[in-house]
């Protein structure tokens, strides 16, 4: 699922190394706990994943395209048809109604659409926000009239449509109390398993680790759980 070459990556040409990886490699289906202190570059690896940011050496690669070899449009449809991204601001478009949020991906990507359910986008988002525990009430609601905690859900139900390959959630537990984080990490955890979705999270709450099949910690990349 992913391939990463020995790579190395710093925001401006000339600057010095923000973040040095080894090789690595994640199966298909696999869970993936990433965590680290404050600006070590867990965000940055997670843009280097989607393919929106480029190493200035190595490779990473996802179901064996390396994104560096295809063109800015080309990463775009590629990343549409194989990436689901839970931002830890959520990104939701605060004029659409819940609903429209979700479906938005399979606007994009074709492939997405396809693996709706035989009823439609619409169908299939609905489906995922039940998974989420929305209440149906909500779900024609503009997403900027949601509470924080709602605005989550509808974040996760997004990235899950279409069941893309990879899903990568920043933070997915960040703007939520201690006694809903168990809940949401549950939902989204069963959610990408029963998708066939490989997930990279990203989070400051270690209690979490353990329940992911390989944990990698930054900024000096080291692996634990399974062999990846």
Not at 27 to 47: A, I, M, N, Y
Not at 131 to 143: D, F, K, Q, S
Not at 201 to 219: G, I, K, M
């Amino acid at each position: 699922m992913i391939d990463i070459e020995p790579l190395r990556f710093a925001w401006t040409r000339g600057g010095p190394d923000t973040l040095v990886l080894g090789r690595m490699q994640v199966d298909r289906g696999q869970t993936v706990f990433l965590h680290g202190p404050s600006g070590c570059g867990k965000s940055t690896l997670l843009g280097l994943l989607a393919g929106v940011l480029s190493p200035r050496q190595g490779r990473v690669s996802l179901l064996g395209q390396d994104w560096a070899a295809l063109k800015a449009g080309q990463r775009d449809a590629f990343r549409a048809d194989h990436v689901g991204v839970v931002f830890q601001q959520f990104n939701l478009l605060p004029y659409l109604s819940v609903l429209d949020n979700v479906t938005l991906p399979c606007r994009f990507s074709a492939l997405r659409r396809e693996r709706c359910q035989a009823d439609g986008p619409e169908a299939s988002a609905q489906t995922w926000l039940q998974r989420m525990g929305l209440p149906e009430g909500l779900w024609a609601r503009r997403a900027d009239t949601l509470s924080v905690g709602q605005q989550q859900r509808v974040a996760a139900a997004r990235a899950l449509i279409g069941q893309p390959e990879l899903i990568l959630a920043d933070e997915p537990t960040s703007a939520l109390d201690a006694a809903l984080r168990q809940d949401f990490m549950d939902l989204l955890l069963q959610a990408a398993r029963d998708a066939g979705s490989t997930l990279v999270c990203v989070s400051h709450d270690e209690q979490q680790a353990l329940r992911f099949d390989v944990q990698w910690s930054l900024p000096t990349l080291q692996q634990t759980g399974e062999s990846a």
